[in-house]
């Protein structure tokens, strides 16, 4: 079996294992098909974008696990790690990723929930009269 590269995505309270091989394309997450696991074909093309960034979208085997978050979560927290995989493979498309945002982990997430408060911020309704 070809050599497998290996990288770790995160968005949100998501996190997403990928791994990357050379070979025909085959886009499996947690067993099911990537079209079938997102369920939205934006969420798909998001997917994908690293590979379709470096022209190599029917060359590369693509197998990963997610856990934790919703389904936009695990999305974002596989295209991070299928970019960290492809730099793991070929450092020179490090530059290209990077450019595009491919690498930076989105730091946004949810607030927590404070005393005194209905949710992070909103406060209780108040009836003055």
């Not at 070979?23 to 798909?44: D, I």
Request: charged letters at 30%.
């Amino acid at each position: 079996m070809a050599q497998e590269f290996y990288g770790t995505g995160h968005r949100k309270n998501a996190t997403a294992k990928v791994w990357v091989a050379p070979g025909e394309e085959q886009f499996t997450v947690n067993g099911a098909s990537l079209l079938e696991y997102v369920r939205r074909p934006t969420l798909a093309v998001m997917v994908r974008e690293p590979l379709e960034l470096v022209r190599a979208l029917g060359t590369f085997s693509v197998r990963a696990t997610c856990l934790g978050g919703g389904i936009t979560g695990q999305a974002g927290a596989l295209r991070h790690g299928l970019a960290r995989a492809l730099v793991a493979m070929d450092a020179e498309l490090r530059k290209t990723m990077r450019g595009a945002g491919l690498l930076t982990r989105d730091p946004r997430v949810k607030e927590r929930k404070k005393y005194g408060r209905k949710r992070a911020r909103r406060g209780f309704q108040f009836k003055k009269r």
